[in-house]
Nanobody, 112 residues
Framework: VQVVQSGAELGNPGASVRVSCKTS????????INWVRQVPGQGLEWLGR????????RAAPKFQGRVTFTVDIAASTAFVVLERLRSEDTAVYFC??????WGQGTQVTVSS
């Protein structure tokens, strides 16, 4: 199993960022993709998840209206877009398949 995320992103406050998560080695459509983030010195924070089979997504209340989850089934890839970035969104973002298969993390830095 491999889960490979896109590279580090630098965004301005108010902008948007997209992170991709390409999976292989397990049946992509059979398991939710969850997205979490970790701010330095803090625990993991759950952003939400998507069911690749039907693209039904659920965002944590804190991120509702600001986060979008999508998938490309043919590419076994999931995406998250976070809008209206704030400095406190600076974190390492992870995708997790089936709560077992973790990407390597993507550093998102919000700075003007």
């Amino acid at each position: 199993v491999q889960v490979v995320q896109s590279g580090a992103e630098l965004g301005n406050p108010g902008a948007s960022v997209r992170v991709s998560c390409k999976t292989s080695g397990y049946p992509f459509i059979n398991y939710y993709i969850n997205w979490v983030r970790q701010v330095p010195g803090q625990g993991l924070e759950w952003l939400g998840r998507i069911d690749p089979e039907n693209s039904m997504a659920r965002a944590a209340p804190k991120f509702q209206g600001r986060v979008t989850f999508t998938v490309d089934i043919a590419a076994s890839t999931a995406f998250v877009v976070l809008e209206r970035l704030r400095s406190e969104d600076t974190a390492v973002y992870f995708c997790v398949g089936a709560w077992s298969y973790w990407g390597q993390g993507t550093q998102v830095t919000v700075s003007s």
